[in-house]
């Protein structure tokens, strides 16, 4: 074998070696244009709105929250970006005709998708959200099959997390979704 010809099975080699090493890309469902915003004022933007809603409820019974694109987007952004092996990166929430429609990225081993998942949300007998995944995307990769309990404890998290000691006083009534916006209707009790 020539000089000539090691050189080019190991620059063969070493060309697989990095390749195996990076993430490949698998393709799945693109994102939507234009973008949702993901920003920390936004995340502080739906605190504010939540604990102005909670005030407004104590005194008249009635808590209306609304959450928009933006806020969600970004609070389920900076949520996924501080776990270790985060089941989405760099989500887009999209609240439209009733559904709330969610775009990412999810990494399995090397591979790495475009998914997108639709959730529907109602409410339950207790007054509580009920979040159900109604379809689910993930390209060529298969489905997670925890992916409807963790998107539910997500979004259970953040309704609880969000609305903190004043969601155990309050009964979820309406939920309704469009016009990008999610809007939560209750009461104290």
């Given amino acids: 074998m020539n000089s000539c010809t090691k050189n080019i099975l190991l620059a063969v080699a070493a060309l697989l070696a990095a390749a195996l090493a990076c993430t490949i890309n698998v393709g799945g469902p693109g994102y939507p ?16 709105n939540i604990q102005t809603a909670v005030a407004a409820g104590t005194e008249t019974g009635q808590v209306t929250l609304v959450f928009t694109e933006p806020e969600l987007t970004s609070y389920l952004y900076y ?6 092996s ?6 887009q929430v999209y609240l439209r005709e009733g559904q709330m429609r969610i775009y990412g990225t ?4 090397n591979l790495e998708a475009f998914v997108y998942i639709v959730l529907t949300a109602g409410v339950d007998d207790q007054g509580q959200i ?13 489905v997670p099959v925890e992916l409807k309990d963790a998107f539910t404890a997500i979004i259970q998290e953040a309704y609880t997390g969000a609305l903190g000691p004043a969601a155990t006083g309050f009964r979820l009534e309406t939920v309704v979704i ?3 916006t999610m809007t939560l209707t209750g009461r104290t009790r």
């Fill in 130 to 142: 009920q979040i159900e995944v109604t379809s689910a995307d993930f390209g060529p990769m298969p």
């Fill in 86 to 91: 985060p089941l989405l990166t760099n989500p």
């Fill in 178 to 180: 469009a016009d990008g």
């Fill in 79 to 84: 949520y996924f970006e501080a776990q270790s």
């Fill in 33 to 48: 244009t234009p973008a949702i915003p993901i920003s920390t004022e936004a995340v502080a933007g739906l605190q504010s």
């Fill in 106 to 109: 999810a990494v399995q081993g």
